[in-house]
Every structure is written in C-alpha cells, then in structure tokens.
C-alpha cells in the first residue's frame, strides 16, 4: 500500500470512509475554478460504487498533513494506442487553500508518478485551465503543455441524442 512522505506531507489511497473527504475537495476545487459547489453532483453512494465498488472505475489519494487531509488526486487508466500501454489520467488535484505551497502538491503528483512507473503506464495525463497558475507547478515536474491537441467534450444531453441514431452494436459485453 502507497504510504508516500514529503516533508510533513503523507499520501495514502484514499478508504471508502473518505468519501465525505473527496466530495468536499470536488467542492473546494469548483469554488477555486469560479463554479459553484452546488454544481457538484457527486455523492457518497457514486464514491462506493465507483471507486470501491464491484467494478471500480476510478482510484484516489489522499495527502494528510498532521493526520489531517489537506488535498486528494483521484485518477483512472487511459490506453496509449500508439505506446501499446496503459497511462495515467488525473481527473482531479487539488490541494485546500491553506496547505497551498507546503509540499502537498508535489507530494500528490510525485505519488501518481511513482504509481504510472511502477504499474508499467507510459503516460501521466491533466488538463489545466488556461488561467490556472498550477501550470507553472506542472511545468517545473516536467510536464508539457500539448499545444497542438485541443480538448473535446460531449455532454449528457448530446450523448443520448447521438446515442439514439446508433444501431445496437453486436457482441456487447456491458451490462
């Protein structure tokens, strides 16, 4: 089990009972991208059952600071069709306010890194606002800003009308 140490900051996988503890980050990091925290649908029940649950989709850390946590990473797979290889995507890393510059961000992203080596995964992928002065931090770990690959999104509503226009699709496993 990852029990990684910076400084005064230690990092750990995150336990079911630390779903309260990654929802009020989720929070905290849409106040700090200018959204409102109501915006954040994310329950306990979607925690268990996504991240701990029969088919796990995401995993997650937690830095602690005087047995306090103070930020989380939560990331999941993605496919190098080109490397042939599993990557990391960090889908979110936020450290609260007050432990800002204390180590705790670096402690996050060095955990996510030592976790894509040793599971063998050619990549550790984010995406950063364009304003968000965490972009220098993720500069100066040796990370690059991918220019020339610009960031699509489909939302719920989009998805079902393309949804509907597709025939069923043969073999289907998901159930």
């Known amino acids: 089990m990852l029990a990684q140490t910076t400084n005064q900051t230690t990092v750990r996988f995150a336990r079911p009972e630390d779903a309260e503890t990654i929802i009020a980050f989720v929070r905290g990091l849409a106040v700090f991208e200018h959204e409102s925290p109501e915006r954040v649908h994310l329950t306990p ?20 600071q ?28 936020f450290v609260a306010e007050e432990a800002r510059h204390s180590g705790a961000g670096h402690a996050l992203l060095a955990a996510l890194a030592r976790i894509a080596h040793e599971r063998g995964w050619a990549r550790l992928e984010l995406s950063v606002l364009d304003w ?24 719920a509503d989009a998805i079902a009308r393309l949804a509907s226009q597709a025939s069923p699709i043969d073999g289907s496993t998901e159930g």
């Open 45 to 64: 029940a979607a925690i268990l059952r996504d991240g701990f649950g029969e088919r796990p989709v995401f995993e997650a850390l937690i830095a602690e």
């Open 132 to 155: 968000n002065p965490a972009r220098a931090f993720y500069e100066a770990h040796g990370m690059a800003h991918q220019q020339e690959w610009l960031p699509y999104r489909m939302e």
């Open 66 to 93: 005087e047995g306090a946590p103070v930020g989380f990473a939560l990331f999941f797979p993605n496919y190098s069709t080109w490397e042939g290889v599993p990557g990391l995507y960090c889908e979110d890393l």
